[in-house]
């Protein structure tokens, strides 16, 4: 299996589910321009990360390549104990990030897309930061009795880490998330973080 990934971007969330597997995988890091480049294209003809190759198979978009690491490395338990209430609970809070808060920045990396006027892009950004900080509070409110989103280590969590760097990095104010903190601490302690960082040359 090989995920093609862009340092920081939703990827790296899949690269990071992909260290905790432990099994063996590939990972090609691309840039803005190796993503537009023809051999990439080929892959996946909208120029975007992440995309999975396995063998003859190719497969997109995020959600689907999280449940597609989940069962072809079962051991990890990703999706949980393989029962359909820890499989739901997964599901749930992986389409909770994947759905809801991702969809929610689009506005702060791209404000031109949603107001024709170069004036108001910081507006549209600010009321983008407000709209984030407010789906924030249900992920620190779930992790407020728990280490992990759906009540045990699952695909959904690298996905909400790396939100939180984005966050970070577009001056999201996430004061008062103490829960949240503690979350982001944990994961930039765990091993198998720290390993897709580095690969991505993001430590």
């Known amino acids: 299996m090989k995920l093609y990934s862009k340092p920081g971007a939703c990827s790296t969330a899949d690269h990071i589910a992909l260290q905790w597997t432990g099994g ?94 170069p004036a108001q892009a910081d507006t549209v950004r600010q009321l983008a930061r407000e709209r984030v900080r407010a789906l924030y509070a249900t992920a620190d409110q779930r992790l407020a009795d728990r280490q992990w989103l759906a009540g045990f280590r699952s695909y959904a969590d690298p996905y909400l880490y790396i939100t939180l760097r984005w966050a970070d990095s577009v001056k999201v104010d996430l004061s008062g998330y103490q829960h949240l903190a503690a979350f982001k601490q944990r994961m930039e302690a765990d091993t198998g973080v720290q390993a897709a960082l580095k690969a991505e040359g993001l430590l």
């Open 24 to 117: 063996a995988f590939e990972v090609e890091v691309l840039d803005k321009d190796s993503m537009k480049a023809p051999a990439f294209l080929a892959i996946n003809p909208a120029g975007a990360v992440p995309a999975v190759v396995d063998g003859a198979f190719v497969l997109t978009q995020n959600a689907a390549i999280m449940g597609y690491i989940a069962d072809n490395f079962p051991q990890a338990q990703l999706a949980g104990d393989g029962s359909p209430q820890q499989r739901a609970e997964a599901a749930r809070w992986l389409a909770f990030v994947n759905s809801d808060l991702h969809p929610a920045f689009k506005p702060i990396f791209g404000p031109g897309n949603y107001h024709p006027d």
